[in-house]
């Protein structure tokens, strides 16, 4: 069952503490363990930075001896963490010669009694200047005199622009009596407002950097990693590095054990069944901070930058897309066991292009998905500066406007932890949680999520990885078996994470990514991580390796294009790549598409290489809602049999559904207002989605449909986006709880059949063409229809019945 891999790329995570570890993280009163940065590139294609490039981040080694600049900010640290008040911590940083010699009685006077900056504020600007990052505040003139306010304001001249004309017109309309009018309303203008920006990200910085020193922390955890990378290039004894860093004797990484689900199915099968058992025990967190540069998305009609979440992808943003897959498996839970599961969802946002804002509105806009807004919580992510690798300052557009970008993924178990994310999953019951990254399209294909949770809930895992085989050359890391020796003597193993990154220094081979040198970074915490902090100790070597049971952390382990195929970045005109673009995932969910509907005795074309359509669409797009299984052994007990032509559009956005011997040739669209029920107001007057509560219904057998389909050479086609011109097709639409039944016919043309709610449609062959039937349902059959799918557990499979009312 478990095997050893060589490279394996990891995607998607569960995690399942339980009450038996000390590592709990939804009911332990102590905090995660403690964050694991990490300098990576940033993209600053949206600011004014020319000095900085988007390319991978490979630090040339920098000039500056920074030892004594860390060495200086460790004292400061050490001084801090020793106050225990606010106006202890104001005295010790202000005894810093950098901040005494910026805040002479002059800038404190402006801040004081003009700005009305509390002591905290004062306290974060300080921090700024200690840690050596005057510049994003003005540069700082040599010849202030401590004391003169003359002084301090030619100081504020060059380094508080639009400041220093208001002090101006104090002095000049008689001081202090026009601060309460028209001055007042200057205070609000631009500077200010960047200032106010400014000290928000301080604060975040502060509060959530705390486990390391706050902004002081973050500025000697830059410094250090890029001391580290003045070695690159030079000999090094990475082992001896590596040793030292992790607190151990040694450290050696191996090929981890996995679990095959590929290989083992009924294993899968059961996996899976568990999983779906165990869906009430679990809550989804999404992190969907990052800022997602690579994708160049932009609002088509007000230019606004628009975050990873609100790509529109197959007709649905990659939001929808993540509800969507959700409540597929919610309707499985259903559909088993007649009893209604709604799953918690905490969503990690930023300040990053409006993010936070955005998904907030979606998910209003959207009814909060039939969920309940007390289903959702938010909590936001920190924005970090970036630093300059060569000097380690920070950015700057222009005064008080660092360039700031998202802390990374890693942020979100400390953050999740502080702003109680884990109690709130504790309090609805759940044991653990499934965390979805937003790119990545395909994670919920088939019975990779479900098995991934099912083993972690079985077996009592702290935390899971889904993974599978890494492309060479991809900017994707790897899975690991971490073997090491502990000071105490004690032989410790566990599953981490290797960035890509970071394959040199445990001597993994491959060919360099890029040529191109890029002074300019970001501190950034990984998510995967986390799992260095589970690992099991032995008072002895494990000289034959160590067996997957035998450790809390686990891999499952399956086709590539069930575990990942991500929408990272924008594939430019004319680029024959397609790693990690929109329109090669869509490439992937054809091919998933294909294997689900060839086992279902279908003929269809087979998708071939990326290479064949790197200057045309895919030879066909068929979107299947999820809730069609998700498991593709309930899928396919409901299609079977018949065709798929290339060049064929097929959408099914109805999860009872029949197709029995079907010949497609042209584009099949068939939609329900009630895909998974029907929507009712609960006390509140909030919608809520009740699961298999009269739902649309479409069943199509021995049917030929034949029309013109889509417009293969136009243009105007975005074939990932599901937007594509069309000349012919055959489109139903079921409103409410409508039926729509085809049998013995040829549907041939353009046609839109619109069913309304309360009624079935039957089309058959009558003697001069098709005969058409439009009947009111029965009253008894309004809630369960005239037709269903009784889903049944057998052994560790699914079987469908047809049941006929």
Known sequence: MARATPILHQNNLLLTPRTRTSHSLFNSPKPPPPLSPTL?????????????????????????????????????????????????KLRAIHADSRVKRFFTVGVSRVLNDYLKLGDYELFLLKCVVAAGQEHVLGSISESVVEGDFESARGLLKSALYGLVEMIDKWDVEGGEGVVGGRVEEEVEGKEVGALRKLLKTLGEMERFYDCIGGIIGYQIAVL?????????????NWSKHLNESKGCQLLEVHPPRVLDLSEDTEYASQAALWGIEGLPDLGEIYPLGGSADRLGLVDPHTGECLPAAMLPYCGRTLLEGLIRDLQAREFLYFKL?????????????????????????????????GR???????????????????????LVTRQFLPVCKPGGHGVIWKLAYDKGIFQWFYDHGRKGATVRQVSNVVAATDLTLLALAGIGLHHGKKLGFASCKRNLGATEGINVLVEKKNLDGMWAYGLSCIEYTEFDKFGISEGPLSSHSVPGGRLECTMQNIADNFFNAHSSRRCEGVEADNLDTFIVYNERRKVTSSAKKKRRYGDKSFPQTPDGSLLDIMRNAYDLLSHCQIEIPKIEGNDKYADSGPPYLIFLHPALGPLWEVTRQKFVGGSIAEGSELQVEVAEFLWRDVQLDGSLIVVAENILGSTTMDENGDPKLQYGRRCGRCKLQNVKVLNEGIDWTSGHNTYWKHDVQRFELLKVVLHGNAEFEATDVILQGNHVFEVPNGYKLKITSGNSGLDVQLNPIEEKSMDTGSWFWNYKINGTHIQLELVEL
């Open 40 to 88: 990576t590139s940033v993209s600053l294609s949206h600011h004014r930075v020319t000095r900085v490039s988007t390319a991978p981040l490979q630090h040339a080694p920098p000039s500056p001896d920074f030892r004594p600049e860390i060495s200086r900010l460790k004292s400061l640290r050490f001084t801090l963490s020793r106050s225990k008040t606010l106006n202890d």
């Open 224 to 236: 250090e990693l890029l001391a580290q990378s003045r070695y690159e290039g030079h000999t090094i």
């Open 337 to 369: 066991y007649g009893k209604q599961c709604v799953t918690p969802v905490a969503i990690m946002t930023s300040s990053a292009k409006n993010n936070h804002e955005l998904i907030t509105s979606l998910c209003e806009r959207l009814g909060w998905f």
């Open 372 to 394: 309940g807004q007390s289903l959702f919580q938010f909590f936001e992510q920190p924005l970090v500066p970036a630093v300059g690798a060569e000097d380690g300052q920070w």
